[in-house]
């Protein structure tokens, strides 16, 4: 029994190591090989609202992860399908965090983990906050509560 619980606890605390080294801080890649993975705009989101706003745009939706971390990895996927689905009234905008370019947006948006999901309205005020994965149906529902179609 006492084998058992030692076993147990070896293999808890070995898979959280690996999740944390899963989002752990690693070299950082260039921006081209960033785009490469995620597929998803490096606009700033610091960009002219009244433009967003002729553009049609109803959201501003703002994933600060990494292309180093799992869940930010499979957060990708999820922005690639909202920006397919709804490309004409969503800015879609990636930092990752974990590069010079990225570091001050964390600051910015006062993020604890990663990925954090924020939402902007078309004045550009934050209207929803989500950390860690976020699956597309649950996001869609967001989107909507700002009239995303």
Same mark, same amino acid.
């Given at each position: 029994?006492m084998l058992l619980k030692t076993t147990v606890v070896k293999t808890v605390f070995?898979?959280?190591?690996?999740? &944390? #080294?899963?989002?752990?801080?690693? $070299?950082?890649?260039?921006?081209? +090989?960033?785009?490469?993975?995620?597929?998803?705009?490096?606009?700033?989101?610091?960009?002219?609202?009244?433009a967003q706003l002729e553009a049609g745009h109803k959201v501003t939706f703002i994933?600060?992860?990494?292309?180093?971390?799992?869940?930010?990895?499979?957060? &990708? #996927?999820?922005?690639?399908?909202? $920006?397919?689905?709804?490309?004409? +009234?969503?800015?879609?905008?990636?930092?990752?965090?974990?590069?010079?370019?990225?570091?001050?947006?964390?600051?910015?948006?006062?993020?604890r983990v990663i990925p954090t999901q924020v939402f902007l309205d078309r004045e550009?005020?934050?209207?929803?906050?989500?950390?860690?994965?976020?699956?597309?149906?649950?996001?869609?529902?967001?989107?909507?509560?700002?009239?995303?179609?």
């Amino acid at each position: 029994m006492m084998l058992l619980k030692t076993t147990v606890v070896k293999t808890v605390f070995f898979g959280l190591l690996m999740l &944390a #080294a899963g989002c752990s801080k690693l $070299e950082s890649q260039d921006l081209s +090989q960033q785009e490469e993975i995620t597929g998803t705009s490096r606009e700033s989101a610091d960009a002219d609202y009244t433009a967003q706003l002729e553009a049609g745009h109803k959201v501003t939706f703002i994933e600060l992860g990494s292309v180093k971390c799992i869940p930010c990895i499979k957060m &990708a #996927a999820v922005m690639e399908e909202i $920006e397919q689905e709804f490309g004409d +009234q969503v800015k879609i905008v990636f930092y990752d965090v974990w590069t010079p370019q990225g570091k001050p947006y964390a600051q910015q948006y006062a993020i604890r983990v990663i990925p954090t999901q924020v939402f902007l309205d078309r004045e550009g005020n934050e209207y929803f906050r989500h950390e860690g994965f976020f699956p597309k149906e649950k996001l869609v529902s967001i989107l909507r509560l700002k009239g995303v179609r």
